[in-house]
């Protein structure tokens, strides 16, 4: 499945019935991700890439970021010239219940522990 924007650049994401455990579990295990995750589902928004600062190279970031898609935790579209970045908390809670909240709250229960906030 793909979004078509209005610039008519399309980005490559798997259909709901094609998002499998192990590749969402794998997209979360890198902190970097799972911090982007994490900044997501706080702000209940959709981000650009640019309003995440992260602590890797912009190559580094579109990895990251692509990861994520390819795996099903987000979608991406273009917006003008900005690609916005989006939960897809509906189809996750959807095949795997409780998983994603489940995630962040350990991972919130982590920063705590760590002191790196979040």
Avoid: W
């Avoid at 490559?12 to 979360?28: C, D, T, W, Y």
């Avoid at 890439?49 to 190279?57: A, E, G, K």
């Amino acid at each position: 499945m793909t979004d078509t924007a209005t610039t008519g650049r399309a980005l490559p994401h798997p259909g709901r019935e094609q998002i499998r455990l192990e590749s969402v579990l794998h997209a979360l295990s890198d902190p970097i991700r799972l911090e982007i995750v994490r900044e997501l589902a706080a702000k209940e928004v959709e981000l650009s890439c640019s309003q995440f600062d992260l602590p890797v190279t912009k190559s580094t970031t579109t990895h990251h970021f692509r990861v994520l898609r390819e795996s099903g935790v987000i979608r991406q579209v273009y917006r003008g010239t900005a690609k916005m970045n989006g939960l897809r908390r509906d189809d996750l809670e959807g095949l795997f219940p409780g998983l994603l909240d489940s995630l962040l709250a350990a991972a919130d229960r982590q920063a705590g522990r760590l002191g790196e906030g979040g």
